[in-house]
């Protein structure tokens, strides 16, 4: 049986052999920090977060208070909020794919690293594009915005507005983009988020960011610096990648459970390892980028949810490696293994934000 979407015949895929239902994920096991291999860090008491301004590898307590900005303020002044949908048919990058419901893939016998995959084929998507414009924007102002995955993200906006207001991070418009459906190989999530090229960067320059202009009456820096992206999971790792392949246009990331592991499809041998090419590949082997990075792991997080036994499916290691690899290279990071914490985790996440945001937008001016 062949791929039936054309676009992917195009990256090199034939025939390929039957899939079988994914099986359940295992449950993760408890990872303790201090592994050796893993990074040094510095443990913090329980309850509280690393400076904002400082860089290196720090590990959270197991309790995981939401931070005060994470409340809506009825005080504070709210930005806007607009929707604007988009969809495959007016697109000229992503006509969109879908996988088969109840499949997955097969390790190719041969290539363990490799996933055989026949049941994606082409389906359109319709997805929406949730745009925060603050309060304190001022109309034709290049303003500098925030790109982030799997939309929208409400946590987000309630930060900012009480972030801004305290002069911690700039006036900045956040875009939140709904993902194209589905996950993993064969998805049109997984060809957005999970594919080693700037091809996704070059859609939201091209097809989101001018709609978000047109519709909402707002002005969008073109200073990379200026510029961040943000995710979880997959959303964490298309942000480096964003980063990565157009330096030009963003230099600043935030990534919850960065997924910097062997899961792009169609196979590409340029990045045979996928986003796991980063931290054996690419960031120790290529002149250091313009790039800041902040990101987070959970110790429960994933470990092998799928049936590829390829030793690049392990996102603590894969994050640990990710922040050894930053280190030597002497990037400005801010690495957070958090206890008591799993897969992009809420509370986590609730805790550490506002920090995350203070710290990827160190540098760049608050008023």
Not at 323 to 332: Q, R
């Amino acid at each position: 049986m062949t791929i039936r979407a054309p676009h992917l015949l195009a990256l090199g895929f034939a025939t390929l052999l039957p899939l079988t239902a994914q099986q359940p994920r295992p449950t993760p096991p408890t990872r303790d920090p201090h592994t050796p291999g893993y990074v040094r860090a510095t443990s913090l008491p329980d309850a509280t977060l690393p400076p904002a301004n400082k860089d290196g590898n720090f590990i959270l307590g197991p309790t995981h208070p939401p931070a005060p900005e994470m409340t809506a303020n009825p005080s504070v002044p709210q930005g806007t909020v607009t929707e604007i949908t988009m969809t495959s048919a007016d697109s000229k990058f992503y006509p969109g794919i879908a996988r088969d419901p109840g499949t997955f893939g097969t390790p190719d016998p041969d290539h363990p690293e490799r996933l055989i995959l026949t049941t994606s084929h082409p389906h359109p998507w319709t997805r929406t594009v949730t745009v925060y414009v603050p309060h304190q924007y001022v109309p034709g102002a290049a303003a500098p915005f925030i790109v982030g995955a799997d939309g929208p993200d409400r946590a987000l906006f309630t930060a900012l507005d009480n972030l801004i207001v305290a002069h911690k991070v700039p006036v900045m418009i956040a875009i939140s983009i709904q993902n194209g459906g589905g996950d993993a190989q064969g998805s049109e999530r997984g060809l957005e988020y999970d594919t080693m090229s700037g091809h996704y960067a070059e859609w939201v320059e091209n097809e989101v960011l001018p709609l978000v202009e047109s519709k909402c009456n707002v002005t969008l820096t073109h200073d990379p610096n200026g510029r961040a992206a943000m995710g979880g999971s997959s959303g964490g790792a298309v942000s480096l990648i964003m980063a990565w392949y157009h330096p030009e246009l963003y230099h600043r990331v935030l990534a919850y459970s960065g997924t910097w592991i062997n899961q792009q499809w169609p196979w590409n041998p340029d990045t045979p390892h996928g986003a796991w090419g980063f931290v054996d590949n690419l960031v120790p082997n290529s002149p250091r980028k313009p790039i800041r990075i902040w990101m987070e792991v959970g110790d429960r997080d994933l470990y092998n949810p799928n049936v590829m036994h390829d030793d690049m499916h392990d996102w603590v290691l894969a994050n640990e490696k990710m922040a050894a690899a930053l280190a030597a290279k002497h990037y400005h990071y801010q690495f957070v293994f958090a206890k008591n914490a799993g897969h992009v985790d809420h509370a986590s996440k609730l805790q550490t934000l506002p920090e995350a945001l203070e710290y990827l937008w160190q540098g760049y001016p608050k008023k």
